[in-house]
């Protein structure tokens, strides 16, 4: 290499060089006070979160929207510190905070969906429709809440299946909470003949005494309906909604077992055939 080419990148790195020096001369209070306020606002971001989430376990709020809001504080404040941190390096923020404002503009667009399930998570938070342990039935679906999550709602049944409802389905709809437990009904036809009430005394005394029923729910016996062949005897009681079917099957031998011992006649369809005179049979 001649000479007038080391020359000219001797040239070449002092410029950087100047230009590194110039700029870390006049921008380097400016940096350590950026880096400064930046590291400050994470130190009391995490503060608030925390304080914000004891103050709602203090209170006994629920869990998950104390989660939600200490983390809303977190990243709120975090962001106010980049902002000042970005005006201390004088670096203009009015042309990023319009484009960050585009940018989420398009972005609810694009997630509506799932901005409407965390709206709705928060309002099932809030006004606590039903908490975990609850059955719910919404939309022809069943079973015992196993969490609330601020998108979706998680729910088991007596076979073990997760079924996950997302919040916006339960929002606003016709919502059924029979709490730890679930309705059995069950109907049943007896001749006229029978002694009615010492029937439903001798069942209403089997459920109040069985193991699966839950007695605190209450039991109810009684005449449901007459219809041309006897009268339909409805039973009513609520069992663990874990197990529904078993205990439901168990109880209805239990009943069977019952009103054979108590020599009960049960209804069965009765058909008329009339035979016309001289037909062929």
């Known amino acids: 290499m001649?000479?007038?080419?080391?020359?000219?990148?001797l040239?070449?790195?002092q410029q950087v060089y100047q230009m590194v020096t110039e700029f870390l001369v006049n921008y380097s209070f400016q940096m350590v006070g950026a880096a400064i306020i930046f590291v400050l606002g994470l130190w009391v971001a995490a503060k608030?979160?925390?304080l914000v989430k004891k103050k709602f376990e203090t209170h006994r709020i629920d869990q998950?929207?104390?989660n939600f809001v200490s983390n809303l504080v977190r990243v709120l404040i975090i962001?106010?510190?980049?902002?000042?941190?970005?005006?201390?390096?004088?670096i203009s923020i009015t042309p990023m905070v319009a484009a960050i404002g585009a940018a989420s503009l398009g972005a609810g667009l694009a997630i509506q969906g799932m901005l409407s399930n965390y709206a709705a998570g928060v309002t099932i938070i809030v006004t606590r429709p039903f908490v975990i342990g609850n059955t719910i039935e919404i939309k022809g679906v069943s079973?015992?809440?196993?969490?609330i999550h601020l998108g979706f709602t998680?729910?088991?049944?007596?076979?073990?299946e997760r079924i996950t409802i997302p919040n916006k389905h339960?929002?606003?709809?016709?919502l059924h909470n029979s709490q730890a437990c679930k309705l059995v009904d069950t109907r049943f036809t007896i001749s006229y003949g029978t002694d009615v009430e010492t029937l439903v005394a001798l069942l209403h005394d089997l459920l109040q005494n069985s193991p699966q029923v839950a007695r605190e729910r209450g039991v109810q016996v009684g005449i449901n309906d007459f219809t041309p062949m006897g009268m339909e005897i409805g039973v009513r009681y609520f069992v663990a909604t874990t197990r529904y079917h078993q205990d439901k099957f168990e109880t209805n031998m239990a009943l069977l077992k019952q009103l054979k011992q108590s020599g009960v006649e049960m209804a069965c369809p009765l058909r008329e055939i009339h035979v016309a005179p001289g037909a062929n049979l």
């Open 79 to 90: 962001i106010m510190a980049g902002i000042i941190a970005l005006g201390k390096l004088g």
């Open 11 to 13: 040239a070449q790195l």
């Open 170 to 174: 339960i929002v606003g709809e016709i």
């Open 2 to 9: 001649d000479q007038a080419g080391l020359d000219k990148e």
């Open 48 to 50: 608030a979160g925390n």
């Open 143 to 147: 079973g015992v809440v196993e969490d």
């Open 64 to 66: 998950t929207l104390g």
């Open 154 to 160: 998680e729910l088991t049944n007596e076979e073990g």
